[in-house]
């Protein structure tokens, strides 16, 4: 079992900046992807970023947000660049055995509570 915290939402105006951390518990960190989805008020779940071996960004955000881990303090981190209004949205952090990274919010295995971002334009 994997339980995952997420931290660092918050207000912030366009053109800002906001870094996520995402806690894991467990011993196994190294070996899950990682990934972050969001989810704005009306609208499904959508993949943001994943880590694995590599990292994996969606069109929207490439360029302004960096995915990251630390394996040593089991967390993933999600830095966010260059907000804008559209970026609005609940943050969650998940996790799924195996290797690889999905877009696919069906393919993991653990989920967060979510973190909130709003960006004011």
């Known amino acids: 079992q994997v339980q995952l915290v997420e931290s660092g939402g918050g207000l912030v105006q366009a053109g800002g900046s906001l870094r996520l951390s995402c806690a894991a518990s467990?011993?196994?960190?190294?070996?899950?992807?990682m990934g972050w989805f969001r989810q704005a008020p009306g609208k499904e779940r959508e993949f943001v970023a994943g880590?694995?071996?590599?990292?994996h960004y969606s069109d929207s955000v490439k360029g302004r947000f960096t995915i990251s881990r630390d394996n040593t303090k089991n967390t993933v981190y999600l830095q966010m660049n260059s907000l804008k209004p559209e970026d609005t949205a609940v943050y969650y952090c998940?996790?799924?055995?195996?290797?690889?990274?999905?877009?696919?919010?069906?393919?993991?295995?653990?989920w967060g509570q979510g973190t909130q971002v709003t960006v004011s334009s």
């Open positions: 880590v694995s071996w590599s990292t």
């Open positions: 467990g011993r196994t960190f190294s070996s899950y992807a």
């Open positions: 998940a996790a799924r055995m195996g290797g690889s990274v999905y877009t696919i919010p069906g393919r993991y295995d653990y």
